[in-house]
Nanobody, 116 residues
Framework: QVQLVESGGGLVQAGGSLRLSCAAD????????MAWYRQVPGKQRELLAR???????NYADSVKGRFTISSNNAKNTVNLQMNSLKPEDTAVYYC??????????WGQGTQVTVSS
């Protein structure tokens, strides 16, 4: 079992920035990954960015160049820096911890609202 605690959501104007954090009670190792997703009502959860224990990252095209995923030195906290936010970024954002053997653990979600 991996416990995740998310923080950092809120209300921001278009063009602004927010930083989300996800603290895990386990550090990334081997093939574990952590990722950020978002979901709007009526739509599937969308993968935004993923980071591995080596620090390798990948991003969805919709956020590439605007969002940055990073981890702390202990590899137990993952951040999502979101810049140049748009109203269409409004969603509930979720953190995911995926173990090397494909067990998924989700955070509780944090609301991000971008006003126009």
């Amino acid at each position: 079992q991996v416990q995740l605690v998310e923080s950092g959501g809120g209300l921001v104007q278009a063009g602004g920035s927010l930083r989300l954090s996800c603290a895990a009670d386990r550090s990334l190792f081997n093939e574990d990954t952590m990722a950020w997703y978002r979901q709007v009502p009526g739509k599937q959860r969308e993968l935004l960015a993923r980071i591995g224990s080596s620090g390798s990252t990948n991003y969805a095209d919709s956020v590439k160049g605007r969002f940055t995923i990073s981890s702390n030195n202990a590899k137990n906290t993952v951040n999502l820096q979101m810049n140049s936010l748009k109203p269409e970024d409004t969603a509930v954002y979720y953190c995911l911890y995926r173990t090397w053997d494909q067990y998924d653990y989700w955070g509780q979600g944090t609301q991000v609202t971008v006003s126009s």
